[in-house]
């Protein structure tokens, strides 16, 4: 017997949310199809409510453990065609598209505790020290929910997920993880199911998880996930790669529009051009500049060649959206949404 968390993407506007129930394996081989009442998630109507689970990414549980999984699912409609919010598909033909291009991608997922109504670290009916000594901190009074990302950290490695590291952030209570340098289809799965296992672990602690755009207004810094991207031509050469690097830049300049449409809901709040955004509605690229829209890094820079980073996808943005945008601008087509 084993038990099979299938996981799915909702329907709730604007921003999806993540649903999952159980099912009990007691035959060997891989989880089946299964399905769900679709009108208790915004995907159907009462009087045609059917829709169908198609297991896409299955990995180790590290939360039940033992040969338990979690199964990560697309949502088809009974016909077996993908349903309208299957951004996934999209994300997998751009992939198959341009897989000569070799793309890799980076995902840095910010997000921000909440307990009580506030973030984690803000007292209550008032407002903390101000930003400066929280990013990447240590101590009581700096670091907040360390727990739980411990947790998050040690379970997401558990379920064979290729993170590449955690950090506290600049606001209280705020703190990222990293899924990266993998494939498009890999990245965007992968941050989908680092996402419920942050959930599901936050949930033992009473404490919620919001990827929300700009959670607190003012003065602090929002939430982001800034997405790394390459190809092999831009990975390879010294010099070379660098004018593929520039390349890229300018062609995510010359869609910029389209892009920040489709990063996540509240882009506005966040990309004001303050707390190391560029406005929403310019564009400018740079090396080191976390004031720019895409930053190269001066490693990048140094050597001529490596990858660049899109600053604007938000915490809330569907990773299957933001991939396949970044591929079809970067690796030449210029499709709509
Ligand atoms: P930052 O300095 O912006 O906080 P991070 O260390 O948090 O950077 O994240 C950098 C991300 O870039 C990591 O997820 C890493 O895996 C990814 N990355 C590194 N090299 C490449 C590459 N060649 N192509 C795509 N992504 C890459
Ligand atoms: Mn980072
Ligand atoms: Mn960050
Ligand atoms: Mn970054």
């Known amino acids: 017997m084993r038990k099979a ?39 159907a109507s009462g009087e045609s409510s059917d829709c169908v689970l198609n297991p896409v990414f299955t990995c180790k549980d590290p939360i039940r453990e033992g040969n338990h999984l979690l199964v990560l699912c697309e949502v088809l409609n009974t016909d077996m065609s993908p349903h309208q919010t299957n951004t996934r598909r999209g994300c997998v033909k751009a992939c198959e598209d341009h897989l000569d291009k070799e793309p890799l991608f980076g995902m840095e997922q910010e997000y921000t505790f909440y307990k009580d109504g506030r973030p984690l670290g803000f007292p209550e009916g008032g407002m903390p020290a101000p930003q400066g000594p929280y990013y990447c901190s240590v101590g009581a009074t700096k670091a907040f929910g360390r727990t739980i990302v411990e947790r998050h950290l040690e379970a997401c490695l558990r379920a064979g997920l290729r993170v590449s590291g955690i950090n506290a952030e600049v606001m209280p209570g705020q703190w990222e993880f990293q899924i990266g340098p993998v494939d498009g289809i890999k990245v965007a799965d992968q941050i989908w199911v680092a996402r419920w296992l942050l959930e599901r672990i936050a949930e033992d602690y009473d404490v919620d998880v919001s990827y929300a755009a700009k959670p607190v207004k003012g003065d602090w810094n929002g939430a982001g996930c800034h997405t790394n991207f390459s190809t092999k031509e831009m990975r390879d050469n010294p010099e070379e790669g660098y004018s593929y690097i520039l390349a890229a830049a300018g ?29 929403h509605d310019k564009f400018r690229y740079g090396v080191s500049d976390r004031g720019a829209s895409v930053r190269i890094p001066w490693q990048v820079a140094d050597e001529g060649k490596g990858y660049l980073e899109d600053r604007r996808p938000n915490a809330n943005c569907d990773p299957y959206v933001v991939a396949r945008l970044i591929i079809q601008t970067i690796c030449g087509e210029k499709r709509g949404f």
Request: hydrophobic fraction near 25%; glycine fraction near 10%.
């Open 5 to 43: 968390e299938y996981i799915w993407i909702d329907g709730t506007k604007p921003t999806p949310q993540l649903r999952s129930k159980t099912k009990i394996l007691y035959d060997e081989g891989q989880p089946p199809v299964w399905g769900f009442d679709g009108s208790s998630t915004n995907q």
């Open 251 to 279: 062609s995510l300049g010359e869609n910029a529009k389209h892009h920040i449409e489709n990063y996540g809901a509240d882009i506005e709040e966040r990309l004001t051009g303050d707390h190391e955004t560029c406005a």
